[in-house]
Nanobody, 117 residues
Framework: QVQLVESGGGLVQPGGSLRLSCAASGNVFGINVINWYRQVPGQQRKLVARITRGGSTNYADFAKGRFTISRDNAKNTVYLQMNSLKLEDTAVYYC???????????WGQGTQVTVSS
């Protein structure tokens, strides 16, 4: 009922910035929360940030002060602005939607972020 497509990943030097996008389509009316997760191969997928239907936000400790989650409802898109990037931010970043009254999960395909000198 909903499709998510991430974009904006790439190669960046330490201290640099990237802005990731999560474009939602389908029955977007039913989306209550959008989360950004990230995953390094061999490790558990980890929550980075989330934004609710009402616009409230939450961040993982490692993201506070560096990352900002925002949305453009007219474009059905959520963004993750990442500044002051560190080597340990290297991961595949995934968009996740909590959908409907029972909070069904939908996932995008992921976008690779590589921070390297």
């Amino acid at each position: 009922q909903v499709q998510l497509v991430e974009s904006g990943g790439g190669l960046v030097q330490p201290g640099g910035s990237l802005r990731l996008s999560c474009a939602a389509s389908g029955n977007v009316f039913g989306i209550n929360v959008i989360n950004w997760y990230r995953q390094v191969p061999g490790q558990q997928r980890k929550l980075v940030a989330r934004i609710t239907r009402g616009g409230s936000t939450n961040y993982a400790d490692f993201a506070k002060g560096r990352f900002t989650i925002s949305r453009d409802n007219a474009k059905n898109t959520v963004y993750l602005q990442m500044n002051s990037l560190k080597l340990e931010d290297t991961a595949v970043y995934y968009c996740n939607a909590e959908y409907g009254l029972t909070s069904l999960d939908y996932w995008g395909q992921g976008t690779q972020v590589t921070v390297s000198s």
